[in-house]
């Protein structure tokens, strides 16, 4: 079974809500046994990470749902999950111009952000300027 940090119940393998995670951020979550296998149906919306036997690191990355195996050494199922990717809402503000669509977060004072579906070149500015800023902070 599959316990999510933050979680007080334990995820239940088939029949359970699927476990929650923001696009572009990170989640914690425990095994009731050591994992030797983890598998994601699809790696385009999220990715997994073995911390040690018992932790694994589950990571979005596109928005949409997919699913979680973990499996023991001897290749038993752990845990079979659904993993469901979502976007961040607290905060974001999406600014549409034309058919141009542009993503702030305002917390407390809107800075640009990258989030799937952006225009591209609001997309490609962004990056270079964190990338700028990032580069003069070393």
């Known amino acids: 079974m599959l ?5 007080s119940g334990v995820i239940a393998q088939e029949d359970a809500a699927p476990i ?13 046994a050591p994992a030797a ?18 932790t694994l690191i589950l990571t979005g990355k596109n928005y949409g749902q997919t699913n979680l ?4 050494a001897a290749g038993e199922p752990i845990a079979d999950t659904l993993i469901d990717v979502v976007q961040l809402q607290a905060g974001i503000m999406t600014v ?3 058919l141009e669509r542009t993503t702030v977060v305002c917390a407390p004072v809107c ?5 799937l579906g952006d225009a ?6 962004t990056i270079a300027s964190s990338r700028l800023i990032e580069d003069l902070t070393r």
Do not use: K
């Open 96 to 98: 549409y111009q034309g």
């Open 3 to 7: 316990t999510p940090l933050a979680s």
């Open 20 to 32: 929650s995670v923001n696009a572009n951020m990170a989640r914690i979550l425990r095994l009731s």
């Open 69 to 72: 195996i973990v499996m023991d």
């Open 37 to 54: 296998t983890v598998i994601i149906g699809n790696p385009g919306i999220a990715d997994v990470t073995i911390q040690d036997p018992t």
């Open 111 to 115: 800075q640009p952000t990258v989030m």
């Open 120 to 125: 591209p070149g609001y997309t490609s500015n």
